[in-house]
C-alpha cells in the first residue's frame, strides 16, 4: 500500500498550520513530509518513509534554529511594570526593616520592600520588581 497521498496531505495540513502561526510551529516537520512524500514516491516501506521524516525534520529543525535566533534577536521588550525601576517614588505606608510598606510610583502604589526602614511620605528609588512588589531604597538628596 502506497502512503504517498497521506504524506502529501500531511504536508499540507502541516504547511496550512505554519501559515496560520505567528510563529514557527510545524515548518520543519512539513520539511520531514515533503521528504517522506519524495521518498514514497520511490520506496513503499512506510518504514523508510518514517525514518526519512524523522530526519529530515530534526535536520531541519537543527539548522534552523541558530539562524532563527539570530535573525530575531530576541530582544527583551520592556512591559508596562519595568518602567518603574528606576524611578523615584513616594512611600505612602511604612515599609518596615524587612518588613513590605507601600509605594506610590506614577500614580499607582505598589506593595514594596526595603532592606531599611523607611516612613511614610519619605522619597524611594526603585530597584527591582520580584513578582508584583518593587524593592526599593531611601532616596539620596
Known amino acids: 500500500m502506497s502512503y504517498t497521498i497521506a504524506w502529501f496531505i500531511a504536508f499540507l ?4 498550520i505554519e501559515i496560520i502561526t505567528v510563529n514557527l510551529v510545524t515548518i520543519w516537520f512539513a ?3 515533503l ?10 516501506s512506510f518504514i ?3 525514518i526519512v521524516f524523522l530526519v529530515i525534520s530534526v535536520i531541519a529543525l537543527l539548522v534552523t534554529k ?3 535566533k539570530k535573525f ?3 530582544q527583551v521588550t520592556p ?6 525601576i528606576g524611578q523615584e517614588g513616594e512611600v505612602t505606608k511604612k515599609i518596615g526593616k524587612n518588613e513590605y510598606g507601600e509605594v506610590k510610583v506614577f500614580g499607582n502604589t505598589w506593595t514594596a520592600y526595603s532592606k531599611q526602614t523607611i516612613k511614610e511620605g519619605e522619597k ?4 527591582d520588581i520580584e513578582g508584583v512588589k518593587l524593592i526599593v531604597e531611601k532616596e539620596d538628596k
Not at 79 to 84: C, G, K, P, Q, Y
Open 79 to 84: 512591559t508596562n511594570f519595568d518602567r518603574v
Open 31 to 33: 520539511v520531514g513530509a
Open 72 to 74: 530575531k534577536g530576541f
Open 48 to 50: 523508510i518513509q518514517m
Open 124 to 127: 524611594v528609588k526603585v530597584l
Open 13 to 16: 495540513v502541516l504547511l496550512f
Open 35 to 44: 521528504a517522506a512524500f519524495i521518498t514514497s514516491l520511490v520506496t513503499e
Open 66 to 68: 541558530p539562524l532563527i
